[in-house]
């Protein structure tokens, strides 16, 4: 008898391994009950399907349709009901029209087809000609090209409006608009719907789509048994294979019926084989890790960035491509301003949504501004924050997309000398109040204790109706909300703004309160429509503004603000005793921003004027700052009657 043929083991092996991955075989074929035909109204039902009625043997059951009261054929999925309009079992193919869509009516196609497992849902789109398309419902009105209408009827009035469009299914994910919300998946006999209008549209839905069946056999699994017994056999082939090279020199046994084969070679070679592939992946490895560590060193900062990018996808706005950031801006055509951060643009996303790009200049801090403001504003969402879209780092290209504000920064509106924009002092007060809100929401709002350490009027964008957003996160740190004094090594924010302690260590801890004193800076420069420092004021006592009006209010004096009414003296007082307040030195005597905005909206007769907290910027008076009692806050005795008269 003639000794079994030696065998390439890797064949064994492969074939084993694949066995033991696939979790089941679905092959064609299976065998279920062929219980006949039966009709539900013109159509014919036979193996494969079966109507829910029938008993459970008959057909198979991921082929189940129902007969409805109506005597209509009906294909049920996970999301939504088919009619079947016709069956071809010749070419194995069923013809299907959406259950929620009328003819002549204003019925839109909410029922979704997702392919999936074969297994589970054993159809397939039977002709190239068909695609998916979107269907999704807006809350504002699109007009952009992409957005078809989907309402067949004239609009009708619903809170909150709704707008209903068709998107192709090639739509990427960035054009979907931030109002819009994804109803229905729906199959259409249609590669696109680009340039279609809506009745053409409509008049292939109704027509319906063709779909494909295949028979597949899910039920076989691979036993534990049967994967040990495919191992040992391969095993079993390697190790004859190479005991024969060993033991009977260089030619093999053989059959009777074929010539000689010196499968010794293949095994040695498989054998080696294995042997040089893993020294030539060894040597790869290594120039790899050499590379790495090469340009870790060369672009340190890049690798910070996609570190902290990697470890934060989850919270992470869109990411768009270098080339996507450029056809946004036209090539960087429109400029809208420029700073030591870098340059911003005007863009435009393709769902036509308006954006302001901000183009990052070379970091000197490691790319650690890029990741601040990304890691901050990039998981806020109030209504006083600016609004981070998406982001672009490639290399050293770093962009940020933010929401367009067409009435730009807050300084251009109080510091221009030709003023085109006079808001009114209600107007100043509103603003006022959504900066509060919106520094108060990073203090308290969030998981995470947020000082922004940089506030100041040109960070301070205003939408088209003046709504205050903060911007520029730049600076900004991230701290636990138990954190009362945090740690920073090098002092941060802008000279005129910036809270004392962060200069001179002496005067108290960092804390949220170095926010509440640039907001009354801010506040001062609101109120005066100027710098509060001005080296060219008319008179001497005017250069620092807020260490003049303390002093024209504290000697009862008149502060002229041309023609304004009652109601606007007392906006405009509560605004200035809620500075002092915010101003002060000693970062314990300032109020909470939750106390400031208490401030702001309660009676101006019921604020106390605070003791001065200033002779010149960053310098303590210790005949004007006295505070009888450490112990007791400071900020709780804000609300006191004290009146203060503005001409």
């Known amino acids: 008898m003639p000794k079994p043929k030696a065998q390439l083991p890797w064949f064994g092996l492969m074939a084993s391994l694949a066995l033991f991955l696939l979790p089941e075989a679905c092959i064609a074929g299976r065998r279920n009950k062929d219980c006949g035909f039966t009709l539900c109204g013109d159509v014919n039902i036979s193996s494969p399907f079966r109507l829910t009625s029938q008993p459970r043997r008959c057909g198979d059951h991921r082929y189940e349709l129902e007969c ?14 088919f009619y079947v309009q016709n069956i071809s079992y010749e070419n194995s193919t069923i013809r299907v029209v959406d259950a929620s869509l009328g003819k002549n009516d204003c019925s839109l196609p909410r029922s979704s087809f997702i392919f999936g497992d074969p297994c589970k849902l054993p159809y397939s789109v039977s002709y190239p000609g068909s695609s998916i398309m979107y269907l999704v419902n807006c809350t504002t009105p699109m007009k952009s090209s992409p957005y078809v209408d989907a309402s067949r009827c004239p609009s009708r009035s619903s809170h909150p409006p709704t707008f209903f469009y068709f998107l192709d299914g090639e739509t990427k994910m960035y054009d979907f608009n931030q109002f819009c919300t994804v109803e229905a998946r729906v199959p259409v006999g249609l590669k696109n719907i680009n340039d279609m209008s809506t009745l053409d549209i409509y008049g292939k839905l109704l027509l319906g789509f063709e779909l494909s069946w295949y028979y597949y056999d899910c039920s076989y699994k691979i ?26 020199g260089s030619r093999v046994a053989y059959t009777t019926n074929l010539e000689e084969k010196r499968t010794y070679i293949l095994c040695l070679e498989g054998t080696g084989g294995a042997i040089l592939l893993r020294t030539f992946l060894g040597i790869c490895c290594l120039i790899a890790l050499v590379t790495y560590k090469w340009r870790k060193r060369h672009l340190c900062g890049d690798d910070t960035i996609e570190e902290f990018l990697q470890k934060q996808i989850a919270l992470m706005p869109i990411r768009y491509s270098y080339r996507e950031i450029k056809k946004m801006t036209r090539n960087f055509r429109d400029k809208l301003g420029e700073g030591g951060y870098g340059s911003v643009f005007k863009g435009k996303l393709r769902s036509g949504h308006l954006a302001a790009i901000k183009l990052l200049g070379k970091s000197k801090a490691n790319g650690q501004d890029f990741i601040n403001e990304v890691a901050t504003i990039g998981r806020i969402h109030h209504v006083n924050v600016a609004k981070l879209i998406g982001f672009c780092v490639e290399g050293s290209k770093q962009a940020l997309v933010y929401d367009f504000m067409p009435n730009g920064s807050l300084d251009k509106i109080i510091f221009a000398e030709e003023n085109k924009t006079m808001l009114s002092w209600q107007k100043m007060f509103d603003i006022a109040l959504g900066v509060a809100r919106g520094i108060e929401y990073l203090h308290q709002g969030c998981n995470m204790q947020i000082l922004h350490f940089d506030i100041k009027p040109h960070n301070i964008l205003l939408d088209e109706n003046f709504v205050p957003k903060v911007s520029d996160f730049g600076l900004a740190k991230l701290y636990s909300v138990d954190d009362s004094i945090v740690s920073l ?101 300032r109020p909470s921003m939750s106390k400031v905005l208490q401030m702001l909206e309660t009676d101006v007769e019921l604020l106390q ?39």
């Not at 409805?68 to 009901?81: A, E, M, W």
């Not at 036993?223 to 009977?248: C, E, G, M, P, W």
């Open 223 to 248: 036993s534990l048994q049967d994967v040990l017994y495919l191992l040992r056999y391969a095993l079993k082939i390697y190790v004859d294979s190479f005991t024969h090279f060993l033991f009977n």
């Open 68 to 81: 409805d009261n109506n005597n209509r054929t009906t294909l049920v999925v996970k999301h939504g009901r």
């Open 489 to 589: 090594t090098a002092a941060r924010g802008t000279i005129g703004y910036i809270a004392p302690e962060l200069v001179y260590k002496s005067i108290g801890g960092i804390s949220y309160k170095a926010d509440v004193y640039s907001f009354g800076m801010l506040l001062m420069e609101m109120v005066g429509r100027r710098k509060n420092l001005n080296a060219f004021a008319e008179h001497l006592s005017q250069i620092y503004f807020p260490s003049w009006i303390y002093g024209r209010f504290h000697q009862g004096e008149d502060i002229e603000l041309g023609d304004v009414t009652d109601g606007e003296k007392i906006i405009v007082t509560k605004m200035i005793i809620t500075a002092f307040w915010c101003i002060q030195v000693t970062p314990s005597d």
């Open 609 to 647: 004027m605070p003791p001065k907290p200033f002779q010149l910027p960053f310098e303590i008076s210790t005949e004007d700052h006295v505070v009888d009692n450490r112990s007791e806050d400071p900020t709780s005795s804000l609300l006191s009657s004290n009146e203060i008269k503005l001409a």
